[in-house]
T-cell receptor, first 113, second 112 residues
Framework: DGGITQSPKYLFRKEGQNVTLSCEQNLNHDAMYWYRQDPGQGLRLIYY???????QKGDIAEGYSVSREKKESFPLTVTSAQKNPTAFYLC????????????FGQGTRLTVV | QKEVEQNSGPLSVPEGAIASLNCTYSDRGSQSFFWYRQYSGKSPELIMF????GDKEDGRFTAQLNKASQYVSLLIRDSQPSDSATYLCAVNSDNRDDKIIFGKGTRLHILP
């Protein structure tokens, strides 16, 4: 089955902890994206990567970090510097960044306790 | 700042009627246009894409694109309660340095 897999589906974090959200795709897509969605709000871009070993900040990168060591994987770390991390996190991928459509994983709901 | 604008709604439409969702975009270089449906608590799923001016039909869905006026719309015929969701418009250019940009979405409610 080809697709994008995010894990875990639900994640609880204590204040001051770093947590890492996993995103894996087997679609052979070059581009990958991380979005944050708050209740009743649209998607806000955190980071994106157009190719392996390269990534760029999106609109709300502060308090987050990523890596793209493999084409298939684009993990997102939510650091303790992110003051309000409770949100729904969505990973997406597209064949390339040249106008092709993006496909989403099922999302990770992160809650700070 | 490149923007994609949508009316947040909610848009209420009687079951069986046509639902019309609209989206405008600011970047004249935009080349690819997408509509995603997002049910509450779920991730967005792609339902339509359009690249050329005019209409594109797929089942009960029709996407309409007017590049001169910089708007794209989605028509849903014979609306069903299962169509109740948030619809996200997304736009991309063919510039490698650009990235896909999403609107905030329109909430659609189909009245039984």
């Amino acid at each position: 089955d080809g697709g994008i897999t995010q894990s875990p589906k639900y994640l609880f974090r204590k204040e001051g902890q770093n947590v890492t959200l996993s995103c894996e795709q087997n679609l052979n897509h070059d581009a990958m994206y991380w979005y944050r969605q708050d209740p009743g709000q649209g998607l806000r871009l955190i980071y994106y990567s157009q190719i392996v070993n390269d990534f760029q900040k999106g609109d709300i990168a502060e308090g987050y970090s990523v890596s793209r060591e493999k084409k298939e994987s684009f993990p997102l770390t939510v650091t303790s510097a992110q003051k309000n991390p409770t949100a729904f996190y969505l990973c997406a991928s597209s064949l390339d960044s040249l106008g092709t459509e993006a496909f989403f994983g099922q999302g990770t709901r992160l809650t700070v306790v | 700042q490149k923007e994609v604008e949508q009316n947040s709604g909610p848009l209420s439409v009687p079951e069986g009627a046509i639902a019309s969702l609209n989206c405008t975009y600011s970047d004249r270089g935009s080349q690819s246009f997408f509509w995603y449906r997002q049910y509450s608590g779920k991730s967005p799923e792609l339902i339509m894409f359009i690249y050329s001016n005019g209409d594109k039909e797929d089942g009960r869905f029709t996407a309409q694109l007017n590049k001169a006026s910089q708007y794209v719309s989605l028509l849903i015929r014979d609306s069903q309660p299962s169509d109740s969701a948030t619809y996200l418009c997304a736009v991309n250019s063919d510039n490698r340095d650009d990235k896909i940009i999403f609107g905030k979405g329109t909430r659609l409610h189909i009245l039984p």
